[in-house]
């Protein structure tokens, strides 16, 4: 079965400590990836899609990049508002599977 | 703008009560999805639908039922609400792409309390 698995399951970042999140995955012809935000009590906010290795997507504060086998949320210079709950997740015949999350904290 | 939206942002119900969990979407989107997210567990698939009138089982669909009458419309319903089933449901839709993966939108979701 296709697996997604992300780490570090939380993360706490002063406001300006650059870091990375990670999401490794083990699936047969990748038709995609799938990077979320989620804030507490609320569905998740769709961010970046990425199909193909070495492929980079930007916004704002947020870089998204793709290997064969995993994927990287490079967050720089957080602000307290950058504080979320970050999902990947890959298609799965017509579902998403989805990673268990990176909380980050970012603190003043 | 993708919109979707669900009937109810808080709902308390009794256990043994039928729950009726509305979602609608406005652009047109062919698939429709239900999760629900639990603290530690992530997001679990219950159903989803790929047009008017089918679906399909998810992850977790024992408990549940869902209708969708409507293309733009999805219900998840509860037949016999159990505290179990106390949970965050999220609704999500997307295009319907063959030949690559698609992006799922969610909904606001629904904060459901069984008592």
Same mark, same amino acid.
């Given at each position: 079965?296709?697996?997604?698995?992300?780490?570090?399951?939380?993360?706490? #970042?002063?406001? *300006?400590?650059?870091?990375?999140?990670?999401?490794?995955?083990?699936? !047969?012809?990748?038709?995609?990836?799938?990077?979320?935000? &989620?804030?507490?009590?609320? *569905?998740?906010?769709?961010?970046?899609?990425?199909?193909?290795?070495?492929?980079?997507?930007?916004?704002?504060?947020?870089?998204?990049?793709?290997?064969?086998?995993?994927?990287?949320?490079?967050? %720089?210079?957080?602000?307290?508002?950058?504080?979320?709950?970050?999902?990947?997740?890959?298609?799965?015949?017509?579902?998403?599977?989805?990673?268990?999350?990176?909380?980050?904290?970012?603190?003043? | 703008?993708?919109?979707?939206?669900?009937? !109810?942002?808080? #709902?308390? =119900?009794?256990?043994?009560? =039928?729950?009726?969990?509305?979602?609608?979407?406005?652009?047109?989107? +062919?698939?429709?999805?239900?999760?629900?997210?639990?603290?530690?567990?992530? #997001?679990?698939?219950?159903?989803? !639908?790929?047009?008017?009138?089918?679906?399909?089982?998810?992850?977790?669909?024992? *408990?549940?039922?869902?209708?969708?009458?409507?293309?733009?419309?999805?219900?998840?319903? #509860?037949?016999?609400?159990?505290?179990?089933?106390?949970?965050?449901?999220?609704?999500? !839709?997307?295009?319907?792409?063959?030949?690559?993966?698609? +992006? &799922?939108?969610?909904?606001?979701? %629904?904060?459901?309390?069984?008592?």
């Amino acid at each position: 079965e296709d697996q997604v698995t992300q780490s570090p399951e939380a993360l706490r #970042l002063q406001e *300006g400590e650059s870091s990375s999140l990670n999401c490794s995955y083990t699936v !047969s012809g990748l038709r995609g990836l799938f990077w979320y935000r &989620q804030d507490p009590g609320k *569905g998740p906010e769709f961010l970046f899609t990425l199909y193909s290795a070495g492929e980079e997507k930007e916004k704002e504060r947020l870089k998204a990049t793709l290997t064969k086998k995993e994927s990287f949320l490079h967050i %720089t210079a957080p602000k307290p508002e950058d504080s979320a709950t970050y999902l990947c997740a890959v298609p799965d015949w017509g579902k998403l599977q989805f990673g268990a999350g990176t909380q980050v904290v970012v603190t003043p | 703008d993708v919109k979707v939206t669900q009937s !109810s942002r808080y #709902l308390v =119900k009794r256990t043994g009560e =039928k729950v009726f969990l509305e979602c609608v979407q406005d652009m047109d989107h +062919e698939n429709m999805f239900w999760y629900r997210q639990d603290p530690g567990l992530g #997001l679990r698939l219950i159903y989803f !639908s790929y047009d008017v009138k089918m679906k399909e089982k998810g992850d977790i669909p024992e *408990g549940y039922s869902v209708s969708r009458e409507k293309k733009e419309r999805f219900s998840l319903i #509860l037949e016999s609400a159990s505290t179990n089933q106390t949970s965050m449901y999220l609704c999500a !839709s997307s295009v319907h792409r063959e030949a690559s993966g698609y +992006e &799922q939108y969610f909904g606001p979701g %629904t904060r459901l309390t069984v008592t």
